[in-house]
């Protein structure tokens, strides 16, 4: 009922940007919160960034923070990720998730996921 869509990964150099999306479609549903995770090959994956819709709030991991900013458009069915000042330790498969969550850090409070967009950043 629900497809989470990731798109605008590509291969950049260190200090560059990018700006990666995720498109929602099907049912519409309110979502408590939507995230940005992560997977580097042979890593488990990391929480990045997230929006709690009940309280208008944006969280971050530490090694992102002042890089990355997390937002949506106004009709809420695309999130996007602004990473700027990429490094080489950026490079990973980005996912967007949405679920009903109280812990927006943890893989198990989001219910839906994308399948993913690479983003490989060169030193």
């Known amino acids: 009922q629900v497809r989470l869509v990731e798109s605008g990964g590509g291969l950049v150099q260190a200090g560059d940007s990018l700006n990666i999306s995720c498109a929602a479609s099907g049912r519409t549903v309110r979502w408590y919160a939507t995230a940005w995770f992560r997977q580097a090959p042979g890593k488990e994956r990391e929480f990045v960034a997230s929006?709690?819709?009940?309280?208008?709030?944006?969280y971050y991991a530490d090694s992102v923070k002042g890089r990355f900013t997390i937002s949506n458009d106004n009709a809420g069915n695309t999130m996007y990720l602004q990473m700027n000042s990429l490094k080489a330790e950026d490079t990973a498969v980005y996912y967007c998730?949405?679920?009903?969550?109280?812990?927006?850090?943890?893989?198990?409070?989001?219910?839906?996921w994308g399948q993913g967009t690479q983003v490989t950043v060169s030193s």
């Open positions: 929006i709690n819709w009940r309280y208008g709030s944006t």
């Open positions: 998730a949405a679920g009903n969550g109280g812990i927006y850090y943890l893989r198990s409070q989001y219910d839906y």
